[in-house]
């Protein structure tokens, strides 16, 4: 199968074009090489090394045998987006090539209004780019469950059936998203879903929790490979901040109360997803919607889960709890459906103390290229 990864140089873009090269797709990576940008706007870093990609992708080659098509350029500029569909000519397409981060767009209003323009625009460009040039290809792209907020309500995968005064209706389920990017991705699902019913267009949008880990396999065979290691408070995870905090002997700094209860899946798991996804496509005209998660965590359990793991590793760890600067429920009821990709076949890897250790002997590895003032240097919501 013919098939793109847009943003494919990012933390989740990298390790799926690895992944599905190995499995024997014949790839292709769209990027415009921004998030590298970010990261001098920010003054901030990967914690690990990341080589140029030409470099990267240079160095899969050498070391598997197989060929990553390179194609250097912008979803929002649509004549480059129409040269890559005509000439690589995608059965599938996989959409990761977004600003994808809350905190970023919520610094000002222009970093607001860059990331609206640029996440849904691009995706617009994305769907007439499939309607004129591949109207058989399949859309997968990386939503969030981060569109659906904390609803005291189970949450569906993407369509509710409701009654209403006696009348009945299949609908998108309600979405209450926490920052103006998520707000983009709910932007995202209404007009791809608009596109699949108007124009035959075949999508599955991927609602995805937070990721946690860093390398796969493909990326442990050369430090060439290797996958970005963010840990500052635009772009990291929280567990990623909690892992490098107890690295460097910080206080692991859990936002307000720490109930805040989210979805979670191993970065294994994320490549695995794409590639069910890619190999089961939805029908033409079907919006297809994937919890993407396995597992549930709150940020205190995270940071209990590192603690633990930090001490037996020698290491003296403290718990802190710290202004939350973003607006949201700090203890609420979540639970959400996320079924059918194991229907699919989907055998998810759990957060055990073993993931946990790995990744903190890699921040262990390479703390000296930590900047420590941007730990915490995420922007109010308020």
Not at 66 to 86: A, M, P, R, T
Not at 102 to 127: F, K, W
Not at 205 to 215: C, E, S
């Amino acid at each position: 199968m013919k098939i793109i990864v847009a943003g494919g140089d990012g933390f989740c873009g990298w390790p799926t074009a690895l992944y599905l090269s190995k499995q024997g797709f014949d790839v292709a990576i769209i990027d415009n090489l921004v998030r590298r940008e970010y990261d001098v706007e920010m003054d901030s870093n990967s914690l690990t090394p990341i080589a140029p990609l030409e470099e990267r992708v240079a160095k899969w080659k050498e070391v598997s045998g197989k060929n990553i098509d390179l194609y250097i350029g912008d979803l929002n500029d649509y004549d480059f987006l129409s040269q890559v569909f005509e000439a690589f000519k995608p059965e599938a397409f996989v959409h990761y090539a977004e600003q994808r981060s809350a905190p970023y767009s919520m610094i000002d209003r222009e970093h607001a209004i860059y990331t609206q323009s640029n996440n849904v625009l691009g995706t617009l460009n994305v769907l007439y780019a499939m309607k004129a040039f591949a109207p058989d290809c399949h859309l997968i792209k990386l939503g969030t469950m981060g569109e659906y907020g904390t609803p005291n309500i189970d949450i569906e995968e993407g369509w509710i059936d409701i009654e209403h005064k006696g009348r009945k209706d299949r609908m998108l389920y309600p979405k209450k998203p926490g920052s103006f990017y998520h707000l983009t991705k709910v932007h995202d699902s209404h007009n791809i879903e608009f596109a699949c019913r108007s124009w035959g267009i075949r999508a599955t949008d991927l609602n995805q929790g937070v990721v946690y880990g860093i390398n796969i396999d493909e990326n442990d065979q050369d430090p060439i490979l290797y996958n970005r290691f963010d840990y500052d408070g635009i772009f990291g995870t929280v567990l990623n901040r909690f892992i490098v905090q107890a690295a460097k002997g910080l206080p692991l700094s859990v936002y307000g109360k720490g109930g805040q209860t989210r979805g979670f899946i191993n970065i294994e798991d994320t490549v695995r997803c794409i590639e069910i996804a890619a190999l089961n496509p939805a029908e033409r005209g079907e919006f297809r919607v994937f919890n993407q998660m396995t597992q549930y965590f709150s940020v205190q359990d995270l940071a209990e889960k590192v603690k633990k793991v930090a001490e037996e590793e020698g290491l003296e760890v403290t718990i802190s709890h710290v202004e939350n600067p973003r607006v949201e429920q700090e203890e609420h009821y979540f639970h959400a459906v996320s079924t059918r990709l194991e229907d699919l076949g989907l055998k998810p890897h759990q957060l055990t103390d073993d993931v946990i250790r790995r990744v903190l002997k890699l921040a262990m590895d390479n703390i000296d290229r930590l900047k420590e003032d941007k730990v915490m240097n995420s922007p109010s919501w308020k």
